[in-house]
């Protein structure tokens, strides 16, 4: 089916390490992708977005690389902090489509060791 | 800018009852999208309202419905309610100037529903 999915449920990462949450897309029209990141009991929170026209955008301590010749999306997280333990979620929207049909990915849950 | 609110907070109710939950956008936001989150299917889109007309509906049976009003604030209505429709209802807004799905969207806390 076409729809977000990710390769690795559970990361656990160390204090101050870098983080690397991988996704991938099945439908090759998708043209905008976010990822999201979620806190036990609070809505999705937006990190980073990037069109199909980019490869690569940056953030505050996040990075998102986009492949469109493999359909894979990643976020890299530099130096991660206990405060980036959540579930992570990338989504996708189908050009052309409405903004309210957001296709999102299982989620990845980021544990961070102290 | 206050973001996106959602009342009630946490709602209990039983099978066959019905429920309304109330979303309201970052000022200046026209588009409103009701999303159902669970353990097992994850964050699924239910509908899109902008100029308090539906512009986008997913997946869902009749008995979920849902309205915009003039000054962008949603309602959702879950009708006879099944224990299955136990979840977070996340709402999000955006501008929803652009009408091509490129626009970023802002989600509430959600309103978590038991059904009992």
């Known amino acids: 089916g076409e729809s977000v999915g990710l390769h690795l449920p559970t990361l656990s990462v160390q204090e101050g390490d870098n983080s690397i949450i991988n996704c991938a897309y099945s439908?090759?029209?998708?043209?905008?992708f976010i990822w999201y990141k979620q806190e036990s009991g609070k809505g999705p929170q937006f990190i980073i977005d990037?069109?199909?026209?980019?490869d690569k955008r940056q953030g505050q301590r996040v990075t998102v690389l986009l492949n469109k010749t493999v359909k894979h999306l990643s976020l890299q997280i530099a130096a991660t902090q206990p405060g980036d333990s959540a579930v992570y979620f990338c989504a996708e929207t189908l050009y052309g489509g409405s903004q309210g049909n957001l296709i999102f990915g299982k989620g990845t849950k980021l544990s961070v060791k102290p | 800018k206050a973001g996106v609110t959602q009342t009630p907070r946490y709602l209990i109710k039983t099978r066959g009852q019905q429920v309304t939950l109330s979303c309201s956008p970052i000022s200046g936001h026209r588009s409103v999208s009701w999303y159902q989150q669970t353990p097992g299917q994850g964050l699924q889109f239910l509908f899109e309202y902008f100029s308090e007309t539906q512009r986008n509906k997913g997946n869902f049976p009749g008995r979920f419905s849902g309205r915009q009003f003039s000054n962008s604030r949603s309602e959702m209505n879950v009708s006879t309610l099944e224990l299955g429709d136990s979840a977070l209802y996340l709402c999000?807004?955006?501008?929803?100037?652009?009408?091509?799905?490129?626009?970023?969207?802002?989600f509430g806390p959600g309103t978590r529903l038991l059904v009992l």
């Open positions: 439908n090759s029209a998708s043209d905008y």
């Open positions: 999000a807004s955006s501008l929803g100037s652009s009408g091509r799905g490129q626009e970023t969207q802002y």
């Open positions: 990037i069109r199909s026209n980019m």
